[in-house]
């Protein structure tokens, strides 16, 4: 049988039409949450976006407990060279050769550190491994 070309033109829209619309049935049957409209600034929509659940959701510790990390290990005392901040909760600090990194407690103030400026401190390993200062001294230069 030898179709025009019109017809032809007819049933690939009709059978477009017709996957589109078992497509968005489907779709309409799946439960899949609207996303969340932004208002306001881009730093409010950076700040309330959720983790998508296939990512990791990593803890933000809470502002109002002013307990310190769980320690699993006795303070350790050291003596190093202060590198600097990696963020808001660690600092690094030269030991030896290698640079270490350390949770640095918010509830220590005070204390200026420059780069370079040599100091002493205790640390101990909390119950998620991390090594945490407890107590830091910045050391008079000889």
């Keep these: 049988m030898n179709r025009s070309p019109s017809v032809t033109i007819i049933m690939i829209i009709l059978f477009l039409t017709l996957v589109m619309a078992g497509y968005v049935f489907i779709m309409g049957r799946i439960n899949i949450p609207a996303p969340p409209q932004q208002t306001g600034s881009l730093e409010q929509a950076a700040t309330s976006q959720q983790p998508a659940p296939s990512q990791p959701v990593i803890p933000t510790p809470n502002p109002e407990s002013t307990d310190p990390p769980a320690k699993i290990e006795e303070d350790k005392n050291w003596t190093g060279f202060y590198v600097g901040r990696i963020d808001n909760n660690f600092i690094e600090i030269k030991v030896g050769n290698e640079i270490r990194a350390f949770l640095f407690p918010e509830e220590a103030t005070g204390?200026?550190?420059?780069?370079?400026?040599?100091?002493?401190?205790?640390?101990?390993?909390?119950?998620?491994g991390r090594t945490a200062i407890s107590s830091i001294k910045k050391l008079l230069p000889e």
């Design 111 to 128: 204390i200026v550190l420059n780069k370079g400026d040599a100091v002493s401190f205790e640390f101990y390993k909390d119950k998620d």
